[in-house]
């Protein structure tokens, strides 16, 4: 078993500086050897300003490179499962950017192919779901199972934020854009931690872009889980709802509420509130270490996945059930599921 992981990157974009480059510099084990973007130009003045060693004109091209043993795919989201699937074939490891897929459908493929590459070849492939790899996740899913907030009846989650340039990749439904895709998957995802079930979707409600109906801006949809368990995840990249990233869970003896969930290591806040016999309330806040970032945490636990055998907690076949849930969101919303990558324009991740 090799002792380090080379690591390529696909498509020059936005986020792989905080997502991949600086958390690889606190990983010893990791290295960042190669660059391709679909404009070589590109791609070389990225490596220039970020020390990677090797650049490739075509996304082929590094694929093929022996030097490379992963990728990082933070490509728009309508490309994720053609390169996942091409860099297994490859014989790559995988850490792609969240959503994993367009589609339910789509995601399915590329766990089946994801599952016969482990069996045949030890390739690991792991969604990029960079918050659930931080302490601050083990500890709200922990706070939960211990029984402290007695028994759980309803989970809420938002993640909004404020994108008002409708011609960002984002808004863009070839490349699978929409404010559910991007941001809801989070709030769906973290529902899922709260509870350790998967939810059925009871309704949704969307906001869409004038120009583009099949794009939603903003939406809410109401979920119901096992045992009676009742949810609610907001999702927004532009509506009256500006700025909200929190994670809720409500139980019969207490609640915890955690602010910024996805991006612990710039800030968080954790309190949990259960009410006094005597009346009132008891608020505790608890600090959880923000270093070193969830960014770096996923990383480390891309690496001992690869090298160590260790566990993925964010599997390709865990994405399945979150891109279920996303489909059918969008059905209850009215609008159609996301379709196919058309343009292929380099693009990233939201965060």
């Known amino acids: 078993m090799s002792t380090s992981l080379r690591v390529g990157l696909l498509g020059a974009a936005a986020i792989a500086p905080s997502a991949l480059i600086q958390p690889a510099r606190q990983v010893p084990r990791v290295t960042v050897t190669a660059v391709a973007a679909r404009d070589r130009t590109r791609a070389e003045r990225f490596a220039r300003k970020h020390g990677v060693p090797v650049v490739h004109g075509s996304y082929d091209e590094l694929l093929a490179d022996p030097q490379v043993d992963a990728v990082y795919v933070p490509l728009p989201n309508g490309l994720h499962a053609e390169w996942t699937l091409k860099a297994l074939g490859a014989g790559k ?69 404020p994108l008002p340039r409708f011609g960002d990749i984002r808004y863009d439904y070839a490349l699978a854009g929409g404010a559910t895709m991007d941001a809801g998957c989070y709030a769906v995802h973290v529902a899922r931690l709260l509870t350790g079930a998967d939810p059925a979707v009871t309704a949704a409600r969307m906001l869409t872009l004038r120009k583009e109906p099949r794009i939603d801006r903003a939406m809410s949809a109401e979920l119901a889980f096992p045992g009676g368990v009742t949810g609610r995840v907001r999702a927004s990249m532009w509506s009256r709802r500006v700025l909200s990233v929190r994670a809720r869970a409500v139980g019969t003896d207490g609640e915890l509420d955690v602010t910024n969930f996805v991006m612990p290591h710039l800030y968080h806040r954790l309190t949990v509130r259960a009410p006094r016999e005597e009346g009132g309330r008891v608020v505790r806040r608890e600090r959880v270490s923000r270093n070193p970032s969830s960014y770096a945490c996923q990383l480390s636990a891309f690496a001992a996945a690869v090298l160590d055998g260790g566990p993925v907690i964010t599997s390709a076949r865990d994405a399945v059930v979150t891109m279920g849930v996303l489909d059918e969101i969008y059905r209850a919303g009215g609008l159609p599921l996301r379709g196919g990558a058309q343009d292929r324009r380099d693009g990233g991740a939201p965060v």
């Open 93 to 161: 490891h995988v850490l792609c950017e969240k959503p994993f897929a367009s589609h339910r459908a789509e995601a399915e493929r590329v766990a089946d192919a994801a599952d016969a590459a482990f069996a045949r070849s030890g390739l690991v492939v792991m969604e990029a779901f960079h918050y659930r790899h931080h302490p601050l996740a083990a500890r709200m899913r922990q706070i939960v199972e211990s029984g402290e907030l007695g028994e759980l009846h309803h989970v809420e989650a938002d993640v909004c934020f």
